[in-house]
T-cell receptor, first 114, second 115 residues
Framework: GAVVSQHPSRVICKSGTSVKIECRSLDFQATTMFWYRQFPKKSLMLMATSNEGSKATYEQGVEKDKFLINHASLTLSTLTVTSAHPEDSSFYIC??????????FGPGTRLTVL | AQSVAQPEDQVNVAEGNPLTVKCTYSVSGNPYLFWYVQYPNRGLQFLLKYITGDNLVKGSYGFEAEFNKSQTSFHLKKPSALVSDSALYFCAVRESIAGRRALTFGSGTRLQVQP
């Protein structure tokens, strides 16, 4: 199956700093990428959908100025958590989709804000 | 709106016994249904999907799932469980219409296989 990578896999930062997470589709062109957030022992909650070359569509309750998403190419989307606070600590997972029905998930990024 | 219900937080089964992880869904049109498995601190791994065709879908690692339209269910099954199957399992759905392609996930079911 297709491979999606995320970088970094784990990041610890101080409160007030910004953190960028990269999501790359390694062997296919991802027309759409999705960003999910997973709290401990909870399900995945969709944060936003991004299509290459256009602005991301955010789910209700997700602050677009807080979680900046850029999908500049068909193989790369980035999520920047701006002015991070401890409540932003979570497991962030991206997925990528080409022209088919399937989404391919990245391995996730564990963000810890001190 | 689409939704998924996984009624069991945890399923316990002895190694070698059959296992079932339940999932029911709600969509306004025809569903695309998926099962994913997640190991600790890892992303989701795809197990199987139903798009159209045979109601019984076979997937990775010996898992299968049966689509039941009248009961709006898509239960995950395996004839003989392995200890290594212990993980968190998510059922997901999306509508088959073009446009919104994001998945809606169930709350997850933790499978514990005892040796």
């Amino acid at each position: 199956g297709a491979v999606v990578s995320q970088h970094p896999s784990r990041v610890i930062c101080k409160s007030g700093t910004s953190v960028k997470i990269e999501c790359r589709s390694l062997d296919f062109q991802a027309t759409t990428m999705f960003w999910y957030r997973q709290f401990p022992k909870k399900s995945l909650m969709l944060m936003a959908t991004s299509n290459e070359g256009s602005k991301a569509t955010y789910e209700q309750g997700v602050e677009k100025d807080k979680f900046l998403i850029n999908h500049a190419s068909l193989t790369l989307s980035t999520l920047t958590v701006t002015s991070a606070h401890p409540e932003d600590s979570s497991f962030y997972i991206c997925s990528a989709s080409g022209r088919g029905n399937e989404q391919f998930f990245g391995p996730g990024t564990r963000l810890t804000v001190l | 709106a689409q939704s998924v219900a996984q009624p069991e937080d945890q399923v316990n089964v002895a190694e070698g016994n059959p296992l079932t992880v339940k999932c029911t869904y709600s969509v306004s049109g025809n569903p695309y249904l998926f099962w994913y498995v997640q190991y600790p601190n890892r992303g989701l791994q795809f197990l199987l999907k139903y798009i159209t065709g045979d109601n019984l879908v076979k997937g990775s690692y010996g898992f299968e799932a049966e689509f039941n339209k009248s009961q709006t269910s898509f239960h995950l099954k395996k004839p003989s469980a392995l200890v290594s199957d212990s993980a968190l399992y998510f059922c997901a759905v999306r509508e088959s219409i073009a446009g919104r392609r994001a998945l809606t996930f169930g709350s997850g079911t933790r499978l514990q296989v005892q040796p």
